[in-house]
């Protein structure tokens, strides 16, 4: 369980997150929603230790890891995708794959993991050995989540994935993560601009608008009830 | 053209004004305190104000257009060098052998500035230093020129003879030194607050904003890189007569390294931290050399002790005062200004916030 | 033996050196961005160690481990204690930090150990070796250099490209945020990092040592003409350091054999703004492949 309580995050003068609350449960899809500059990358990079908070704290299944570092925070199973160039470009698929649970010092559940990510995404382990760098925004997405597999990961950080992704490829991602949260019990935050997309396979959902929490609750809702979606949603 | 000379005209005259107004009060204050001093202190202010010259050319280059070079110690030699070969036959003016070397480092300058006007960075940086190491190879090579190791003589300049016969010739020379400083930090000056300074702080800061502003970047390197060339060269003649030789030995890369260590001392881009930056250069010796007879220290130990205090002060300051002696006088005063409830702002900053981080978004 | 070809032998054996420099300058840019001008000055301090070890009695190879060693040590103490804290400052700054511990190396050692010229101990004999009637102007040292600047550069790309470990520093350099966000220790892959890079550079200390002889600023020759080479190789690449440095060995060479030696560090000047003015980023830049 995920527990943000109170953030408030500033960068120099500017406030970037107004005392933001949310508790994300296990096995469950929250979707993060708002405008540009409304604070759900700030938030995200406040979860995963990128950037520190000036008052508040970020708790995961009751221990605060508010001021841990980011790789730290990572080695609990937390697993960061950001937003555009996630994927260690130089480096090959394998490597990149491998890279995710390299710290966990586990050979064979680490092959075990491998295989399990190239079942899930059989274009990667076409592209086995190839310069990460020339796969497509759809193989790179795979890639990184993949990679958060082979982490063994269980909360999941997902800052716009379908960020320069076809609608198509982008459904099929979508699919595949909602699977993972019901086989493995993954628990995921999706920051989205695409709101219509992320509130389809989302359980919760909450709206920032300049830094504060301005709507908050069930995805279904949300998408269902029109003054609210007009308001805060753009449709 | 002409509106843009108007437009520069009503900007510079009221700054010009007030630096000429500054300069003529410092000379007169110098020029005091030069007569009251005896030989060997005027022998040391006159070392204060060739460093000077050369930091202030060098705090601007690396300061306001942030260009590091590791290679000033050698456009100082080109200078010495000029003067030396200048006055190996003729007798000449000073000012004339001061300009005369102006005009040469401008030169080499003006070539290796374009030579490395699209270098950057690190590559910038390792050119310099690669000049700094050549340069005082070219002495050696061409010996029968240059002097060889041994290198060449610089016979002092006598002082005119309405001072009167008793003038001291070191008297005359922290003249000479003292004025082409206050000369070369007005200009200096004035050219801060023109749209020349501005178009290499411009640069500075974003080359591709300054770019698309109109700018001329590769124009404004070259230019920045010669202004310091010439203030180089300039303080390089000084020093062959102050110090009576020109050998290669005295301009190796510890030289162009105690440059940099001057301007960093004083704070990148501040005139005025050029000048502590200098003091701190000359004195520093003065005293680790007297603290080393005191304590009876060996001589490897003294004669290295400035340059290694020298490298510690770069790492320290880097750690802790980015802003060097100039930078923390203007947050003192910042600080004792909010203190007092004059301002809630946070001051006037140091020519390069080091401090601000950039915001992710 | 042509002279042109003495010139080439040679160029090959300064070249490795330089190669050596070259690559210990790459390794570090790669990992922090930073150039660390002190490279030289370190491996100038390494040299002494090992002077100091066999000057009271110790044997010559265990004063080379004794310098590699100190190398390793010194590299990994400099990136957590100095360099570490300006990491996230501007790229000045830390150049800055670099040459004040380039100042400070060189003034420290004639402190500690004399500022007098000493020589230095060549692994093998330098004398050349015979094939069949004629003498070479190649000796066992020689081919000791090449061999052990080679087996040194083939356990790096070994550790680089095929152990878990060259891996999380090969993430590490190329984005040390995601990176973080993967559970790696990047601060760690740094300092280990800046430790093999000195690592490199004491044994270009030593073997260049016996040639140049041991002052407190023999290396700074080398560090030029291993930042030519670095440069020359475009920054990013390992492999395009190696051959940068071995083509400024052989360049000097002949410049140094044909128009005089004091004007190697001429030639070496003018090879790299030729250079630098064609292309600003190097031969064999990853620049563009990054921008992807």
Redesign the interface.
Known sequence: MLEIVDLTVAYGPVMALHGVSLTVADSSITAVLGANGAGKTTLVRTISGLVRPRSGSVRLDGRDITRLAPEEIARLGVAHVPQGQAVLAELTVDENLRLGGLWRRDPSGQRRALAEAYELFPPLASRRHLAAFSLSGGERQMLVIGRALVARSRVLLLDEPSLGLARLVLVQIMARIKTMVHERGLTVLLIEQNAKSALSVADQAMVLHLGKVVVQGGAHQLLSEEGLRHAYLGF | MVTANLRLGRLVRPTLNRHLLLALGAAVVLVAISAQIGAYDDYNLTAVAIFAVAAAGLTLL?GLN?Q?S?GHGALMAVGAYTASLLLKDHQLPVIVVLLLAVLTTGIVGIVFGY??A??????L???T???A???P??A??YKSIFGGDAGLSVPPSAPPAWLGADFPPERWLAWIALAAAVVTMVLLANLLHSSVGRSFIAVRDNEVAAALAGIDVARTQVLAFVISASCAGLAGALFGYWSGVTAPAGF???LS?QL??AI?IGG?GSLAGAVWGSIVLVFVPTLTSGMASSLNVPS??A??????I??????I???AA?HGIQGALTRLLALARTRWGHSSASGKKGV?D?D??A??? | MSRFLVLTVNGLTQGAIYAAMALALVLIWRATKVINFAQGAMAMFTTYLALFAIDHGAPYWLGFVVALLSGLVLGGIVERVIVRPVESAPPLNVVILTLGLLLFFEAVAPMLFGGQIRSFPPAFSIVGLHLGNSQVAFSPFDAFTLGSVLAVMILLLVLFQRTNLGLRMRASAFNPEVSRLLGIRVGRMLTLGWALASLVGALAGVLIAPTFLLYPTFMDQVLVYGFTGAVLGGLDSAMGAVIGGLLIGFALSYVGGYLGSDLETVGALVILIAVLMVRPRGLFSLQRLREV
């Not at chain 2, 004669?303 to 290694?308: D, I, S, V, Y």
């Not at chain 2, 020298?310 to 790492?315: D, P």
Request: avoid cysteine; hydrophobic fraction near 55%; charge should be positive.
């Open positions: 690396t942030g590091l590791l030579a490395a699209r270098l950057r960075g690190p590559y940086a390792g050119a230093l690669t000049l190491v050549a340069l190879q070219l050696t090579r190796g890369l510890g390294l940099v260590t960093v990148l490897s130990v004669n290295n002790l400035p340059l290694a020298y490298g510690a002060i770069l790492v300051a880097m750690l980015p390069m080091w601000d981080p915001p992710n978004p």
